[in-house]
């Protein structure tokens, strides 16, 4: 079945500077990759996904890029500020049968 | 318009009990799936529910079992209750249009087992 790793587990950066998040996934049939958020103690939350006929999606200071044939999707924020601080999760799924499976998360230190 | 609700918010269990745990899907939703979250780590997929059956399962034993009602309402069920089903356990709806989407998150319950 489909395996996503992700990382790094931890990352701080500081206020205003950018944040960068990778992830690998296993199965080549997947092609369906969401990211999303989770602050403390709150439901997680869909922030943005891309489908694996695009390489590359933004919206304002979030933007996810695709590398299919390494397998390879990544989560780019710009211009961080401290809202952005909260555990993110990438994910995978095909669509055939709409199961999506979790990296671990990253927890996502914005520094004053 | 509601989003996902679950019940109960919080419960405590001992070992060898069993548990059920109840999600009402976001309004216009037919798919329910069912995530475990262990502290510190990314919700991991124990079964989908579509139609009132069980579409997808994830690698949990069969103490894990489920039901989907006619009004897409959804139950998760745990026998003999181990130390290490202590974790939140989060439902979400999605549109079962054959296509992945958004998963609609509820706010979890939070199951403790001593």
């Known amino acids: 079945g489909e395996n996503v790793e992700q990382h790094p587990s931890t990352l701080s950066v500081q206020e205003g500077d950018s944040a960068v998040i990778k992830c690998t996934y296993s199965d080549s049939a997947s092609n369906y990759f969401p990211w999303y958020k989770q602050e403390l103690g709150k439901r997680p939350q869909l922030i943005i996904d891309?489908?694996?006929?695009?390489g590359e999606k933004k919206d304002q200071r979030i933007a996810v890029t695709l590398n299919k044939t390494a397998k390879h999707f990544s989560l780019h924020i710009t211009e961080t500020q401290p809202e952005d601080s909260a555990v993110y999760f990438c994910?995978?799924?095909?669509?055939?049968?709409?199961?999506?499976?979790f990296g671990k998360g990253t927890r996502l230190h914005i520094l004053p | 318009d509601a989003g996902v609700t679950q019940s109960p918010t919080h419960l405590i269990k001992t070992r060898g009990q069993q548990v059920t745990l109840r999600c009402s899907p976001k309004s216009g939703h037919d798919t329910v799936s069912w995530y475990q979250q262990a502290l510190g780590q990314g919700p991991q997929f124990i079964f989908q529910?579509?139609?009132?059956?069980?579409?997808q399962r994830g690698n949990f034993p069969d103490r894990f079992s489920g039901h989907q009602f006619p009004n897409y309402s959804s139950e998760l069920n745990v026998n003999a209750l181990l130390l290490g089903d202590s974790a939140l356990y989060l439902c979400?709806?999605?549109?079962?249009?054959?296509?992945?989407?958004?998963?609609?998150f509820g706010e979890g319950s939070r199951l403790t087992v001593l």
């Open positions: 979400a709806s999605s549109l079962g249009s054959g296509e992945a989407g958004e998963l609609f």
């Open positions: 529910y579509y139609e009132e059956e069980e579409r």
């Open positions: 891309i489908r694996s006929n695009v």
């Open positions: 994910a995978a799924s095909q669509n055939r049968d709409d199961k999506i499976i």
